[in-house]
Nanobody
Framework: QLQLVESGGGLVQPGGSLRLSCAAS????????IGWFRQAPGKDLEGVSC????????YYSDSVKGRFTISRDNAANTVYLQMNSLKPEDTAVYYC????????????????????????WGQGTQVTVSS
């Protein structure tokens, strides 16, 4: 069974940092493109970042570019999202998702394709940025 489990969320002050983890089981994450998404209360799902399974290329939404970094640890079968300089508007439930098609993951992160195209979704982890 393909499964993704997010962890690392929590409460952090503005300007602080968190590192989210997306652990894969039932499949090798290195063979999948991975995307990070978030959903704030009352708002639509927003794509945050993704990493390709072909060339390791990355993509970031304008709202997080320069503050967030996505990375892979293939030995741990895990993808990370390092979040620095956090702002109150970063408060949301963060989800990771996987698909064998890098172009599909990127399209969903960019908002040009429905999230239902992605093969596997995690259950989410809450990030709250507040003083």
């Amino acid at each position: 069974q393909l499964q993704l489990v997010e962890s690392g969320g929590g409460l952090v002050q503005p300007g602080g940092s968190l590192r989210l983890s997306c652990a894969a089981s039932g499949f090798s994450s290195m063979n999948y493109a991975i995307g990070w998404f978030r959903q704030a209360p009352g708002k639509d799902l927003e794509g945050v970042s993704c990493v390709s399974n072909s060339d390791g290329s990355t993509y970031y939404s304008d709202s997080v570019k320069g503050r967030f970094t996505i990375s892979r640890d293939n030995a741990a079968n895990t993808v990370y999202l390092q979040m620095n300089s956090l702002k109150p508007e970063d408060t949301a439930v963060y989800y990771c998702a996987a698909d064998r098609s890098s172009s599909t993951v990127r399209a969903v992160v960019a908002g040009t394709r429905s999230k239902w195209y992605l093969e596997v979704w995690g259950q989410g982890t809450q990030v709250t940025v507040s003083s």
